[in-house]
C-alpha cells in the first residue's frame, strides 16, 4: 500500500494547523526535527511537534535528524507521533532504542545517511516497523533526488522479502512526479515529499497524483 507523508519543513510554521490541514488527505504529516549538529540546520523540537500531535489533524511520523538520539527520542514517543525515526548514525544502542520506542506507543524507524549501508542492521530488521532511505544528503528541503540510492532501497527490499517481514521503506529527498515511481519501482512504499506538496498550487491534488504514479509500481 501507498503511503505519502508530506512534509512540512518549507511550510508556513505560523499558521501550522492551517498547513496541516492542507494535507490532511495524507497518510501522515511528516516533521522534521533538526538541531544545528546532526545537520548544519535548526528547525524546531519538541513543543512544534507535540502542537501538530495535539491539532489532531493528521498523524504524525517525527524525523530527527539530532545527534544522541538515545537520550531524545522516545520523549517523541511519548508526546504521541504515530512513528518517530532516528538515525543509525546518531544511536548508540538502536536495538534498544527502537524497542523504548514501541513500548511508548509509537512504531519505530531507522534512517540511513546517503552513506550509511543497509547490511549491518539485516539482522536486526525485525526491531524495526519501518527503514527510512534518504535520497538526500539530510539538512534541507529542495534538494535533488539521489538515484545512486536505488539500489540502496532494492537491497533493503530483498532482505525485508527475505525474511517474511512487513516493514515500510521510506523515501525522503526529492520526491516527486518526476522521481517517486522510480524509488516506487525499486521498493519504496512511503514517500515524503515536501517541496512538491507545498510547493504545488493545490496541495490536495498533488497528494493524490504522487499516490497515483506511486500505485503503479507499489502492492
Ligand atoms: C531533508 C528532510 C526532508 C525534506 C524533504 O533533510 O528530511 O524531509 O523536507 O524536502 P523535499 O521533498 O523538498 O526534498
Ligand atoms: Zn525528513
Given at each position: 500500500m501507498v503511503t505519502i507523508s508530506p512534509s512540512i519543513l518549507n511550510s508556513d510554521i505560523g499558521d501550522l494547523y492551517g498547513e496541516l490541514r492542507k494535507?490532511?488527505?495524507?497518510?501522515?504529516?511528516?516533521?522534521?526535527?533538526?538541531?544545528?549538529?546532526?545537520?548544519?540546520?535548526?528547525?524546531?523540537?519538541?513543543?512544534?511537534?507535540?502542537?501538530?500531535?495535539?491539532?489532531?489533524?493528521?498523524?504524525?511520523?517525527?524525523?530527527?535528524?539530532?545527534?544522541?538520539?538515545d537520550r531524545w527520542a522516545v520523549a517523541y514517543a511519548e508526546a504521541g507521533c504515530a512513528s518517530v525515526t532516528f538515525h543509525a548514525e546518531a544511536a548508540a544502542a538502536p536495538i534498544r532504542l527502537a524497542r523504548e520506542i514501541r513500548r511508548a506507543g509509537?512504531?519505530?524507524?531507522?534512517?540511513?545517511?546517503p552513506a550509511t549501508d543497509?547490511?549491518?542492521?539485516?539482522?536486526?530488521?525485525?526491531?524495526?516497523?519501518?527503514?527510512l532511505v534518504m535520497t538526500v544528503e539530510p539538512g534541507f528541503g529542495g534538494q535533488k533526488f539521489l538515484d545512486s540510492m536505488l539500489g540502496k532501497i532494492r537491497r533493503t527490499r530483498k532482505a525485508i522479502s527475505a525474511q517474511n517481514l512487513q516493514i515500510s521503506i521510506?523515501?525522503?529527498?526529492?520526491?516527486?512526479?518526476?522521481?517517486?515511481?522510480?524509488?516506487?519501482?525499486?521498493?519504496?512504499?512511503?514517500?515524503v515529499a515536501g517541496s512538491a506538496v507545498f510547493g504545488a498550487e493545490d496541495a490536495h491534488a498533488e497528494i493524490e497524483v504522487l499516490r497515483h504514479l506511486a500505485g503503479r509500481h507499489c502492492h
Open positions: 494535507i490532511e488527505s495524507a497518510d501522515f504529516a511528516h516533521v522534521d526535527v533538526m538541531d544545528g549538529h546532526f545537520v548544519p540546520n535548526l528547525s524546531w523540537g519538541l513543543p512544534i511537534v507535540e502542537a501538530a500531535v495535539k491539532s489532531g489533524i493528521i498523524p504524525i511520523d517525527a524525523h530527527l535528524m539530532i545527534e544522541d538520539a509509537a512504531k519505530a524507524s531507522l534512517a540511513l545517511r543497509i547490511t549491518p542492521y539485516i539482522d536486526f530488521l525485525p526491531e524495526f516497523d519501518m527503514i521510506q523515501v525522503d529527498g526529492g520526491i516527486s512526479r518526476n522521481t517517486i515511481e522510480m524509488a516506487a519501482e525499486a521498493g519504496a512504499d512511503t514517500f
